[in-house]
C-alpha cells in the first residue's frame, strides 16, 4: 500500500511532499507527540517566532498550525477520501520532518494506514480528530493563551479546502467527498460533542465580483504582528472589530 500512497500525489494534491514510510523514523523524524509537551512548544515558538520578530505568541502559534494543520489534513484527507485508509495519524504513533525554523514539512508514518473500519461519516475521521487535532488543540491553546478556536479554525479551514480540492482528483470517484462534507455540515458530532469543524467557511459572492469568495467564520489572529495584517480570507467581523479597537485604543 505504500505503492497506492504515491499514486495520490498529483492533480491538487500535486504541491504535497508523499509521507516517508518507515519503521525506523530516521533521525530527522521527531515524535509527534512532543507537541503535547509545553517546554518543547515554548522552545518551538522561540525558533518559529524569529521570522515575525518574536511577535505575539497568540499569533506566532497560530501561523504554525496553519502550517501544520495543512500537512496533516492533506495527507490524511486524500488516504481517507480517496483510498479508503485510515492512516496512523495519532500523536502516539506519528513522526513529523520540520524545516530549520520548526514548521511541518512532511510526515513520517509507520505503516501506510488501515482500511477503514466503516465507511460513514460518524467514525471515519475519528484518528484525525481524536487523536491528533484535540489533543493538540488542547495543548497549543494551553501554551499560548490563544482561545481553542483559533486553531480549530485553522483545521477546519484546510479541512475545507481539501475536501473540496480532492473532488476535482483524477482518482476521484463520483461524490468522493461526501462523507468528510456531512462531518463540516453537522453542528455536533455522534457523541453529542459540539463539532468544532462545523463550518469554518462561508463562500460570499460579493455584488462586484464573478466567483465566490472564501471567507472564515473565525479569524486566525494574525493581524496581531503588525507587519501581516489580515489574511486574504479574513472575515469581516474582525477587520471591523480591529480597527474599533485600535480607534478607542
Same mark, same amino acid.
Given at each position: 500500500?505504500?505503492?497506492?500512497?504515491?499514486?495520490?500525489?498529483?492533480?491538487?494534491?500535486?504541491?504535497?511532499?508523499?509521507?516517508? %514510510?518507515?519503521?525506523?523514523?530516521?533521525?530527522?523524524?521527531?515524535?509527534?507527540?512532543?507537541?503535547?509537551?509545553?517546554?518543547?512548544?515554548?522552545?518551538?515558538?522561540?525558533?518559529?517566532?524569529?521570522?515575525?520578530? $518574536?511577535?505575539?505568541?497568540?499569533? %506566532?502559534?497560530?501561523?504554525?498550525?496553519?502550517?501544520?494543520?495543512?500537512?496533516?489534513?492533506?495527507?490524511?484527507?486524500?488516504?481517507?477520501?480517496?483510498?479508503?485508509?485510515?492512516?496512523?495519524?495519532?500523536?502516539?504513533?506519528?513522526?513529523?520532518?520540520?524545516?530549520?525554523?520548526?514548521?511541518?514539512?512532511?510526515?513520517?508514518?509507520? $505503516?501506510?494506514?488501515?482500511?477503514?473500519?466503516?465507511?460513514?461519516?460518524?467514525?471515519?475521521?475519528?484518528?484525525?480528530?481524536?487523536?491528533?487535532?484535540?489533543?493538540? %488543540?488542547?495543548?497549543?491553546?494551553?501554551?499560548?493563551?490563544?482561545?481553542?478556536?483559533?486553531?480549530?479554525?485553522?483545521?477546519?479551514?484546510?479541512?475545507?479546502?481539501?475536501?473540496?480540492?480532492?473532488?476535482? $482528483?483524477?482518482?476521484?470517484?463520483?461524490?468522493?467527498?461526501?462523507?468528510?462534507?456531512?462531518?463540516?455540515?453537522?453542528?455536533?458530532?455522534?457523541?453529542?460533542?459540539?463539532?468544532?469543524?462545523?463550518?469554518?467557511?462561508?463562500? %460570499?459572492?460579493?455584488?462586484?465580483?464573478?466567483?465566490?469568495?472564501?471567507?472564515?467564520?473565525?479569524?486566525?489572529?494574525?493581524?496581531?504582528?503588525?507587519?501581516?495584517?489580515?489574511?486574504?480570507?479574513?472575515?469581516?467581523?474582525?477587520?471591523?472589530?480591529?480597527?474599533?479597537?485600535?480607534?478607542?485604543?
Amino acid at each position: 500500500m505504500t505503492q497506492a500512497l504515491s499514486t495520490l500525489y498529483i492533480g491538487p494534491l500535486e504541491g504535497l511532499t508523499p509521507p516517508r %514510510v518507515a519503521s525506523t523514523p530516521g533521525p530527522d523524524a521527531l515524535p509527534a507527540g512532543r507537541l503535547l509537551d509545553p517546554d518543547y512548544l515554548d522552545a518551538l515558538f522561540e525558533r518559529f517566532g524569529t521570522r515575525y520578530g $518574536h511577535g505575539d505568541r497568540r499569533a %506566532v502559534a497560530s501561523l504554525w498550525s496553519k502550517g501544520h494543520f495543512s500537512t496533516l489534513t492533506g495527507h490524511g484527507l486524500a488516504a481517507n477520501l480517496l483510498l479508503e485508509r485510515d492512516l496512523p495519524l495519532g500523536l502516539d504513533t506519528l513522526h513529523l520532518v520540520q524545516s530549520e525554523e520548526g514548521q511541518t514539512t512532511g510526515l513520517v508514518l509507520p $505503516h501506510a494506514g488501515k482500511p477503514l473500519a466503516r465507511l460513514d461519516s460518524d467514525s471515519r475521521f475519528t484518528t484525525l480528530l481524536d487523536n491528533h487535532l484535540t489533543p493538540l %488543540v488542547e495543548a497549543l491553546a494551553a501554551a499560548t493563551g490563544a482561545s481553542p478556536r483559533v486553531f480549530w479554525s485553522n483545521a477546519g479551514n484546510y479541512v475545507e479546502y481539501f475536501v473540496n480540492a480532492l473532488a476535482d $482528483h483524477p482518482m476521484a470517484g463520483p461524490d468522493v467527498n461526501e462523507p468528510a462534507l456531512a462531518l463540516i455540515e453537522r453542528r455536533t458530532l455522534p457523541d453529542g460533542r459540539r463539532n468544532p469543524l462545523y463550518r469554518p467557511v462561508r463562500h %460570499v459572492t460579493p455584488e462586484t465580483a464573478e466567483a465566490p469568495s472564501r471567507i472564515r467564520r473565525l479569524c486566525c489572529i494574525r493581524y496581531l504582528i503588525d507587519e501581516l495584517g489580515y489574511c486574504a480570507n479574513c472575515p469581516l467581523a474582525c477587520r471591523r472589530g480591529a480597527r474599533a479597537a485600535r480607534a478607542t485604543g
